[in-house]
């Protein structure tokens, strides 16, 4: 069975239209090739290699299988599952981003309270690595009286308006 387009939705959109070539799929065949799919990405994240998971779609060795695949059909479900990898991980790095800020800046405020401004330079310095990478130009200074400065190093003279 190949895959039809609303596979290769968007998660939010995938199980909302279920068309396969101006035809309405059944819901036994679309949840078919989810399970598939599902197995694949098992494979993948369990470290097995594309080779070996084409082998198996195309000698029908994936439980539930119900026929052996041609190469190009085979490679088909293999992307699919590296794109529905992807999918998760960039929605994971997301989620990851906003709970790392929110430590930094909670660790950030902790260390202003009590006058240490050491750690909250070394805490807005991988504020700026995490979070602004190709950033060069932001310089953090922090001297003994506990003034800190932060320098972005704007050039006044582009982008006036």
Not at 17 to 32: D, F, H, I, P, T
Not at 41 to 56: A, E, L, P, W, Y
Not at 78 to 105: C, G, P, V
Not at 117 to 128: H, M, P, R
Request: contains cysteine.
């Amino acid at each position: 069975m190949p895959i039809i387009e609303s596979h290769l939705r968007p998660k939010e959109e995938r199980h909302s239209k279920r068309v396969w070539n101006g035809k309405k799929a059944k819901v036994r065949e679309y949840q078919y090739v989810e399970d598939l799919l599902s197995l694949i990405i098992c494979d993948i994240v369990n470290g097995v290699q594309k080779s070996d998971i084409m082998t198996k779609l195309q000698e029908q060795m994936y439980e539930g299988q119900k026929q052996k695949y041609t190469y190009k059909t085979a490679e088909m479900y293999y992307y699919t599952a590296m794109h529905r990898i992807k999918e998760d991980r960039e929605a994971d790095i997301e989620n990851l981003k906003d709970k790392l800020y929110s430590q930094y800046y909670q660790l950030y405020n902790d260390s202003m309270l009590v006058g240490n401004t050491l750690v909250a330079k070394s805490v807005l310095d991988s504020i700026v690595k995490t979070f602004l990478p190709d950033e060069k130009n932001i310089k953090v200074d922090a001297n003994i009286n506990g003034d800190l400065t932060i320098d972005f190093n704007f050039d006044n003279n582009e982008g006036e308006l």
